[in-house]
């Protein structure tokens, strides 16, 4: 392009030539060479022996660095003309907006596009009810399958496998598979142009594409945005290069490989006693459900599993459970303080503190006391990702991206936001609902059940919603909490809020609840058998203690 600007330039004007070689002696060789570029095919005139041409870019990069037995480089002579004039020519490129591949906006025979961002709870609900006899539909996300996050922390100790938890998002909208204008690409979004109706991506990066970054844009009619959140670490230095999150599948696999490795290196002979204990100690930051769960499958795996097969450690291994204030804050008085005698009897050691910083054998609290461990899991609560933070849109309290009842986004045209990334406007007057699967999942099935009644109105076209009445707003209401505690011990909490009367139950029965009421969640049939069966297996054969990886 530079080049051809170049030219047609060095035509309109009179300078005579651009640029000549230097003569033979001005270059000096060390021995004989064969070119590998071949001889520039703009030449203007020949002049006292010398042919004057324009040199392109790529001319000059073969010239100087792709011909072997070159000792010196060859010298060009270029008038002040010829310099003004290429100067112009980088200037118009560095100006000129990057072109990238991709999907571009849909025309009026076809149907209206809709662009999804994220796999998570509220991002697989929309999929899954998303009429494709009137949308065309593109999920984009780092992660092609959804995790069935209650679950996960019983994936770490092998209670149940991993896939048990994750459920591939083509077969929750089989259009993404099969359908010749609908398409999952495994990418993160990186911006979002609100004017255009065009969101700009960058495919996640394995080594395998012709260029990396390798970058693509995607126009939409209308785009969901259901990112996620990302764990919250206020900052505390250590955090992230040291613990371990429980986020994702990856995350429960790092856990396991860690747990099992320092039970078989803690056996091996001349380990001191104060090592061992070091090792073989697990910590885990946060008293919410996540971190309690956790604890309990912990400490059902100690009992259960690691006793009968690493005897010889056995009585090194423990658990700490460090919470800055009460475990389980927003359950009953009377669940928490179950929960609490259950864990202690359990073998979960209770602490209460917060975390100052993180080092690679140990963490220190705010009080100066140092805590030793071998494996450390933080589980503090999720906030606002990097993604969410750059974008220019309007921000609810706390950081999400602000949306009014109806889960527009209230700025821009065709922009809905729903999950642990979206938040209600102050000037909504709702409050911010908690980062919760249930509240994900209900905002999923409220936003596809407005999408498919604008696309039987006509508008599900880019701009073609601005007159259609919405309807109700949404509404959500607490179905009540659930909290596994370990050794078929549960609790659930029926109540509508934190201050609200409701039932409010713990023990034996609670776990069967739990478990009926997770088995029955679970996305497909295939992964209702997958936990069935991993459940049936552990409880008569043990968890498997193989390190694979």
């Known amino acids: 392009m530079a080049l051809a600007r170049i030219a047609r330039a060095n035509l309109r004007r009179s300078g005579g030539g651009l640029g000549s070689y230097a003569s033979s002696k001005e270059i000096f060789y060390d021995r004989a060479y064969t070119p590998i570029c071949s001889v520039p095919s703009l030449v203007n005139s020949k002049a006292n022996g010398k042919f004057s041409y324009i040199p392109g870019i790529k001319e000059q990069k073969y010239i100087k660095f792709s011909i072997r037995g070159i000792a010196g480089t060859p010298h060009y002579q270029f008038s002040s003309n010829t310099e003004r004039i290429m100067d112009e020519s980088d200037s118009e490129m560095e100006n000129e907006e990057p072109r990238y591949a991709g999907l571009e906006a849909t025309k009026q025979s076809e149907k ?20 494709t006899r009137i949308y065309d539909v593109v999920c984009i996300s780092p992660r092609n399958h959804m995790v069935f996050t209650p679950l996960l922390a019983s994936t770490c100790v092998g209670t149940l496998e991993f896939r048990s938890v994750a459920e591939p998002v083509s077969q929750i909208q089989d259009a993404l598979a099969k359908n010749p204008n609908s398409y999952f690409y495994l990418a993160s979004c990186t911006r979002i142009d609100t004017d255009k109706h065009e969101i700009y991506c960058e495919a996640v990066n394995n080594g395998g594409l012709p260029h990396e970054p390798y970058q693509f844009k ?29 986020r994702e599948v990856n995350h429960a696999q790092e856990i396991r490989k860690r747990l099992l490795l320092n039970l078989m290196l803690s056996e091996n002979p001349g380990i001191s006693e104060e090592e061992k204990k070091r090792i073989l100690h697990c910590v885990v930051i946060g008293g919410g459900p996540t971190g309690v769960e956790f604890s309990g499958e912990l400490s059902d ?77 933080w589980s503090t609560g999720v906030g606002p990702s990097q993604f969410v933070k750059s974008l220019n849109l309007p921000k609810s309290p706390g950081g999400r991206v602000g949306v009014d009842e109806y889960l527009r986004v209230p700025s821009v045209e065709d922009v809905f936001a729903l999950g642990d990334c979206a938040g209600f406007l102050e000037q909504t007057g709702r409050p911010v609902l908690p980062a919760l699967a249930q509240v994900a999942e209900r905002e999923g099935k409220y936003l596809v059940e407005l999408f498919n009644k604008l696309g039987k109105e006509n508008g599900a076209k880019a701009f073609s919603a601005k007159d259609i009445p919405f309807g109700d707003p949404f509404v959500y209401k607490h179905l009540g909490s659930m909290a596994s505690v370990g050794r078929y011990k549960a609790l659930v909490d029926l109540r509508q809020s934190k201050d609200a009367k409701g039932l409010s139950l713990a023990g034996f029965v609670s776990w069967f609840i739990w478990r009926s009421a997770y088995l029955t969640r679970v996305i497909s049939w295939r992964n209702r058998f997958y936990v069935a069966v991993n459940w049936a297996t552990t409880l008569f054969f043990g968890r498997d203690n193989s390190r694979i990886g």
């Open 301 to 377: 795996f100690i009992m259960s599993d690691v006793r009968e097969r690493y005897s010889h450690v056995k009585d090194y291994v423990h658990v700490t459970l460090i919470e800055a204030n009460e475990i389980l804050s927003s359950f009953d008085v009377s669940l928490r303080q179950y929960a609490t005698k259950h864990l202690t009897k359990s073998g979960v050691h209770l602490m209460r503190g917060v975390v100052k910083e993180v080092h690679s054998k140990k963490l220190v609290l705010s009080d100066g006391t140092d805590v030793p461990y071998g494996i450390l899991v």
């Open 218 to 246: 995607v126009a939409y009619d209308k785009l969901v945005i259901a990112s996620g959140a990302e764990p919250l670490t206020f900052g505390i230095k250590g955090v992230k290069e040291h613990g371990f999150f429980l």
């Open 112 to 131: 209206p596009r809709v662009v999804v961002l994220g796999t998570g709870w509220a991002a697989c609900r929309f999929l899954k009810g998303l009429d």
